[in-house]
């Protein structure tokens, strides 16, 4: 899995933790990771929406479950360890 990064035009730097769906992922503040985004690119071009640490921690869990029922070892690894590093 590679690191990604967006520039929010108030809050800088944005690292992402994780993809939701297809049109969709959840980014946070990069370096205090106290803020969460959800970020959604389409026709109309990218949308910054700020969730909750509750939705984003929710969000997280439902994608770590998808992984393992698809059985996506490496990528679900790697959400773990971003999960414990923001969550816990």
Known sequence: MSETYLNHPTFGL???????D????????LYAQRLFFLIVTGPGGVQFEPV???DARLMVEN?????RRTGTIDELNYIQMIYKRTFL
Do not use: P
Request: proline share 0%; charged share 25%.
């Open 14 to 20: 944005l690292s992402r933790i994780c993809t939701v």
């Open 22 to 29: 297809e049109n969709r992922s959840l980014f946070t503040t």
């Open 52 to 54: 909750t640490r509750a």
């Open 63 to 67: 994608r770590m479950r998808a992984l």
